[in-house]
């Protein structure tokens, strides 16, 4: 069954990918023969036309492969603007299944159809994405949820997927052709089987939940226990706008909102010790005039730090931008397993190589964020032709972090996020906690003064919460 599956996939992509080279050998020549801004602008169309098949295609095929299409959709800076906007589509909405599939799925795990278990229910997604989708419903005592629905099958299609590595070689090297595709196959293969289950996702949703509590601009759908299982997970409903709605606000609404999804991230790792690893634009919803509220969706990508685990990152960027200790950056380096104990390289190399990932903290004042900025660190981070290349790796631990420099910092970028983020890391940096030095920055001081006995208990494990 895996292996007719694989092929079946294997083969629509293979389609896919021959009607992206028909498509560019049929213009070779009119390419051949332009000049000046009319080749560029066959290839601008050449590229849209490409797009508009890779997310017709992937949205259908869900899964694995869609998930690098909306990895291409937001990391690669060079596509261009059209071609983006295109392959964003993936990001928040795909082709659903079928309403009968998805009531199929509710009356197996819940043990009635979906009328009978909630008093009111929406035969028709709210939203669609790689791995299932969400419903609305009103629970028999009246309370509105969101009630996400896993595709069925889902598991087979993954693993059919995973299992044809020169098909994902090829086409993430499409996608993402400045990464390391095998580094990429790597994580996918350690990371997108937590997502299938939705015990550890519902156990995640309700640690961010409980830890976020109160928070005056991160807010945490909470879970429904009772109407949550292994492939249903059901919790309070949430509204707001999307990420491309977003977009046309006024720049202090992307501002406020960012400065939200900046806090989130840093608070998660520094106080949590967990890190939400899928920070891709549909994961957010955002809720304007609200002095930066944002809704965090989607926990099935989570990652747990033990303290031992955390602490040389936590000395890394100590030495590095408050202490200005070159030689002891460079032994935290090596306590965490990045760099090769004596590798032949001055320290400065290899700071030079490395500041890039915090040239945003390393000094005070004001900075915007900008797609430039956000690709330069992408770029940076798979850059193999580095001298430090030989010597440095990525231990597994650290993996998932990847996805603040390819996920985080180019959403901030698409925002063109201003703030004062070394002040804003400053409160939140475990060995300086600075006071507050924006309005939300003394909201959130008066919530952990309120709440900050209760946070210290949040989690020393690797592990996820128990689901129970």
């Known amino acids: 069954m895996t292996k007719r599956l694989r092929l079946s996939r294997g083969l629509a992509a293979v389609r896919l990918a021959a009607r992206g080279g028909a498509r560019y050998a049929t213009s070779a020549p009119r390419l051949f023969t332009a000049a000046g801004e009319q080749r560029q602008q066959l290839r601008n169309d050449l590229a849209l036309q490409t797009a508009e098949d890779v997310a017709a295609t992937l949205g259908t095929m869900k899964g694995v492969l869609m998930k690098i299409g909306q990895m291409a959709s937001y990391v690669d800076d060079g596509l261009a603007p059209p071609v983006r906007r295109t392959l964003s589509t993936l990001q928040d909405s795909v082709p659903p299944m079928s309403a009968e599939l998805a009531a199929g799925v509710v009356t197996e795990e819940l043990g009635a159809v979906p009328g009978e278990v909630f008093g009111t229910w929406d ?12 419903h609305r419903a009103i629970t028999r005592d009246g309370r509105a949820v969101a009630v996400k629905v896993q595709y069925p099958g889902i598991a087979q299609t993954i693993a059919a997927d995973l299992g044809n590595v020169a098909l994902l070689r090829r086409l993430l090297k499409i996608a993402a052709p400045n990464q390391d595709v095998n580094a990429l196959i790597d994580e996918l293969r350690m990371r997108i089987s937590e997502e299938l289950d939705y015990h550890r996702e519902a156990a995640n949703q309700r640690m961010f939940a409980a830890f976020f509590d109160g928070h005056p601009t991160i807010h945490v759908p909470r879970v429904v226990d009772e109407l949550s299982t292994a492939r249903v997970v059901t919790s309070e409903l949430a509204t707001g706008a999307r990420f491309a709605e977003l977009l046309t606000w006024p720049q202090h609404e992307k501002d406020l909102a960012a400065e939200t999804i900046y806090r989130f991230t840093f608070r998660s790792l520094y ?27 989607d ?5 747990y ?4 685990e955390l602490r040389p990152l936590v000395h890394m960027v100590r030495y590095l931008c408050v202490d200005g200790d070159p030689e002891a950056f460079r032994r935290a380096m090596e306590q965490a397993g990045f760099l090769m104990p004596g590798a032949p390289l001055p320290t400065e190399q290899i700071v030079d190589h490395m500041a890039l990932f915090y040239d945003t903290v390393r000094t005070p004042g004001v900075r915007t964020m900008t797609p430039g900025y956000s690709s330069a660190v992408a770029r940076r981070y798979f850059d193999f032709r580095s001298p430090l290349a030989a010597y440095a790796s990525i231990p597994r631990s650290y993996v998932i972090l990847q996805r603040i420099n390819l996920g985080v910092f180019a959403l901030l970028g698409d925002l063109a996020a201003t703030a004062d983020w070394r002040a804003i890391a400053e409160e939140i940096w475990p060995f300086v906690q600075a006071p507050p030095t924006t309005a939300m920055g003394e909201a959130e001081a008066a919530w952990l003064a309120r709440h900050g006995a209760g946070l210290s208990h949040f989690p020393e494990r690797s592990g996820p919460p128990r689901s129970g």
């Open 299 to 303: 926990f099935g990508l989570v990652k």
């Open 123 to 134: 035969p028709e997604p709210i939203a669609a994405a790689s791995i299932g989708q969400v």
């Open 271 to 297: 106080q949590a010790h967990a890190f939400n690893g899928d920070p891709h634009p549909g994961n957010y919803l955002f809720h304007r005039g609200a002095r930066g509220r944002v809704t965090f969706l």
């Open 305 to 308: 730090f033990t303290p031992e």
